[in-house]
Nanobody, 123 residues
Framework: VQLQASGGGLVQPGGSLRLSCAAS????????MGWYRQAPGKERDLVAL???????NYADSVKGRFTISRDNAKNTVYLQMNSLKLEDTAVYYC??????????????????WGQGTQVTVSS
């Protein structure tokens, strides 16, 4: 399973960005899709997560500012980021967890990561 993320960039404090991540490959199902971020010298932390049922979970630091959404038909997850702050600067990674078919046709669990997209908030 491959994840292709896009939408990062440079934005001023208070600005907005929208990240997209599309999953492709031998996908049988995707149970959850989410966004994580990693700032220099820090661990990778959860930003937002959405499940196939539509439930969502957000880090406290982004609640009310970020919105995660998902298009199940396109295996794509989005992250709308508003009111961006300096501390939102990080590399953002998308993640997908679910089932795929292996070369023998058996269903196996996958936990897939995108390549990361840089978000820089600076004046």
């Amino acid at each position: 399973v491959q994840l292709q993320a896009s939408g990062g960039g440079l934005v001023q404090p208070g600005g907005s960005l929208r990240l997209s991540c599309a999953a492709s490959g031998n996908i049988f199902s995707i149970n959850s899709m989410g966004w994580y971020r990693q700032a220099p010298g820090k661990e990778r932390d959860l930003v937002a997560l959405t499940t196939i049922s539509g439930s969502t979970n957000y880090a406290d630091s982004v609640k009310g500012r970020f919105t995660i959404s998902r298009d199940n038909a396109k295996n794509t997850v989005y992250l709308q980021m508003n009111s961006l702050k300096l501390e939102d600067t990080a590399v953002y990674y998308c993640n997908a967890v679910g089932l795929r078919k292996d070369s023998s046709g058996f269903l196996v669990r996958h936990n897939s990561w995108g390549q990361g997209t840089q978000v820089t908030v600076s004046s």
